[in-house]
């Protein structure tokens, strides 16, 4: 064979059910110019055998096997290294593949433009559900050259997802650490720093299968682990020996392990066993203290109380902190008012890393005090459920964190994807437990007025609180769920026969309905007897602040389905003004911390969400010839080709937007 373009090196252990797909994915290359370097860390299953098959097919690839397994990736990937002969190298693991162009995509955009090193996109891909995120997509939204410092860089540095020039490698004496977990983060580092172009492209590379339920998590994964929590400190210490005369580079990273890092630990202790949650909590609490304090006011402002709680030896406040980041800004505490400032429970008067605690207890700038009742997001939690026939027997405890919740009435509802109550089982009010309100139920489930269960419908189990004219429906939350959820016969529900409770990620509890019912007399004569109530889906106003809707049209293509502006700037120019309603049907979902500025609003009727609002920033031109106040706004190039031809000022950029927006609040 001729010498080959591009080394490819494919590491594996233990894994001859995936690493043939991954092999294959290689073979696959449009790129045939390639050598496929196969390490075995010495695997004891048939992984030596799926090798050995493709060899015989495929002259391309060269194999190597460890005597002893090494424990880590640091060794097989030097050892393929040493091996290769191509003057660019990659690397696979074998849980994982490459997409059918990565290599020839990479390889042309490093000969074109000079890099060292080239680094595409990477998708995560989860297994059980197939959804794909892509990994950090700002710093992949085009092709960029990098000649300088950048901050983004430190956030992407696995290796499996770039190309490097190998002389380059060489030349530098650039290895990968031995003996550590997370192998990739020093050695993608030391190529930063010796590079003298980088270069970022935007087409997907590398496929990272993600398996967030199995028994034994991939290394990334398995957080709970003593070890990796000190090889994840042993890293980092390795990269500040290498930052330690780049005070630009040293900072950057502080942060990105504040957020990054930090943020991936603290909640592993939300769910580990206290031995192990004590254990990994005293493995980064030396290293935290190294940190900056600064650097804690760069991180949102809960992640920030629960390093706070971490340093000062306070497991349970962790915990109570990131139930906020994990669970959906749910608040297991009180919030407290304390002059002008809102703190995450009562302020014990210490100092941490010389910061006051009232200083690193405040999340003020959440604005959790402005949320009306409607949209907070209160913590509910099942401590019974019991099913004896047709009867359910339920406990639920709230936690009050307002304060506020004296007088209203509760029931445990099934509610759909839109919210609204399928079957429902009134709640009665027991005690107070401090902060917390304890309620029962016992009885048979209702259904809902004018509703049908069908087959495959579903949604989630929550708390629907009724204050007056107002209500609120938050999640039930379960740590520990019963063995069965199963709520047997629902004759009187046309449609379905069953309902089965289903668990969910972030403790949530969703429902499915199953089975087939027949007959429609039931379902006519709940129509004959019962009075529908009205629905109660307004948008509260709040003093002191402009409402401003944004409403997309409904058929988005695919690019322009995420946030149509970068909500952090959004929150830093317009944060102390206005609240954003959000209503584009397929954009995600608000990110939970910022729901005390921007609001979810696509459960409420449209019509009510633009009377209410001031301004409406929209691209239907019909919203844009009725509405007073509306801003034709379509985060593309060349908008007014897709709008009316009467609109010619459209927007298209972001900070052309915010001006347009700063304008029309000076006369609100």
Request: one cysteine or more; glycine letters at 8%; proline letters at 6%.
């Amino acid at each position: 064979m001729t010498e080959p373009l591009v080394s490819v090196i494919l590491i594996g252990y233990q894994d001859e059910a995936r690493i043939g797909r991954a092999l294959a994915s290689i073979q696959g290359q449009t790129l045939r110019s390639l050598e496929i370097i196969v390490v075995n860390d010495a695997s004891t299953d048939g992984t030596e055998s799926v090798i050995r098959a493709a060899m015989a097919a495929d002259p391309r690839i060269r194999y190597e096997r460890l005597p002893i397994n090494s424990g880590g990736c640091g060794v097989p990937r030097n050892v393929g290294l040493a091996l290769a002969r191509a003057p660019w190298v990659m690397f696979c693991d074998s849980d994982d593949e490459l997409e059918m162009h990565a290599c020839a995509n990479l390889l042309d955009t490093a000969e074109e433009l000079s890099a060292d090193v080239v680094c595409g996109t990477a998708e995560r891909i989860d297994v059980h559900s197939g959804e794909a995120t892509r990994w950090r997509p700002d710093l992949h939204e085009e092709t960029t050259v990098f000649t300088a410092f950048d901050p983004r860089l430190l956030y992407d540095t696995i290796v499996p997802n770039k190309i490097f020039r190998r002389d380059f490698l060489i030349g530098n004496s650039i290895r990968f650490p031995e003996g550590v977990l997370f192998e990739d983060q020093p050695f993608t580092v030391a190529c930063l720093l010796a590079a003298d172009r980088v270069a970022a492209i935007a087409p997907v590379v590398y496929r990272w299968y993600v398996d967030k339920g199995a028994e034994e998590g991939s290394i990334t994964q398995g957080r709970a682990q003593t070890r990796n929590a000190r090889d994840r400190i042993a890293v980092n210490r390795l990269i500040d020996a290498m930052l330690i005369d780049r005070p630009d580079w040293q900072w950057a990273k502080a942060v990105k392990f504040l957020r990054h890092e930090g943020y991936l630990y603290l909640s592993t202790l939300l769910e580990a066993a206290d031995e192990s949650a004590l254990a990994i909590a005293a493995e980064f609490n030396s290293y935290l203290r190294s940190i900056p304090v600064d650097a804690y006011w760069l991180v949102r402002p809960m992640l920030r109380v629960a390093f706070f709680h971490l340093l000062s030896g306070d497991l349970e406040g962790v915990r109570r902190a990131m139930l906020f980041e994990r669970w959906g800004a749910v608040i297991d505490g009180r919030l407290v008012v304390d002059e002008d400032r809102v703190l995450f429970d009562h302020d014990p008067g210490i100092e941490i890393l010389g910061r006051s605690s009232r200083d690193w207890l405040d999340i003020t700038e959440l604005r959790l005090i402005d949320l009306p009742f409607e949209m907070r997001r209160y913590l509910h939690t099942l401590d019974v459920y019991e099913r004896d026939g047709k009867d359910v027997t339920v406990t639920v405890r709230t936690r009050d964190q307002w304060g506020d919740l004296a007088g209203v009435s509760a029931s445990l509802a099934w509610c759909d994807g839109r919210g609204f109550a399928v079957l429902f089982l009134p709640l009665e009010l027991r005690r107070h437990d401090g902060d917390t309100l304890v309620w029962s139920g016992k009885g048979r489930l209702e259904l809902a007025p004018c509703r049908i269960v069908s087959r495959g419908d579903r949604g989630t189990l929550r708390v629907v609180l009724a204050d007056g004219q107002r209500s609120n429906a938050s999640p039930v939350r379960t740590q520990c769920a019963p063995s069965s959820f199963d709520l047997g016969s629902l004759a009187r529900a046309p449609g379905a026969a069953g309902v089965r409770e289903e668990r969910r990620e972030r403790a949530e509890l969703a429902w499915m309905a199953t089975g087939e019912a027949r007959g429609f007399a039931p379902l006519v004569r709940r129509l004959l007897t019962r009075t529908i109530p009205p629905p109660n889906p307004g948008v509260p106003g709040i003093a002191n602040r402009v409402l401003i809707a944004y409403l997309p049209l409904s058929d988005l293509p695919d690019p322009w389905r995420q946030f149509p502006f970068d909500l952090d700037a959004w929150n830093d120019r317009f944060g102390a003004r206005a609240v954003l309603l959000l209503g584009g049907e397929h954009m995600p979902a608000v990110p939970f911390r910022m729901r005390g500025w921007a609001w979810d609003v696509r459960r409420m009727p449209v019509d009510r969400v633009i009377t209410a609002s001031s301004i409406v920033v929209t691209d239907d031109p019909l919203l844009i010839a009725v509405h007073p106040d509306a801003i034709a706004y379509r985060p593309d190039r060349g908008a007014t080709r897709y709008l009316l031809p009467a609109v010619q000022s459209a927007v298209s950029d972001q900070e052309t937007l915010f001006d347009v927006i700063d304008a029309h609040l000076g006369g609100c």
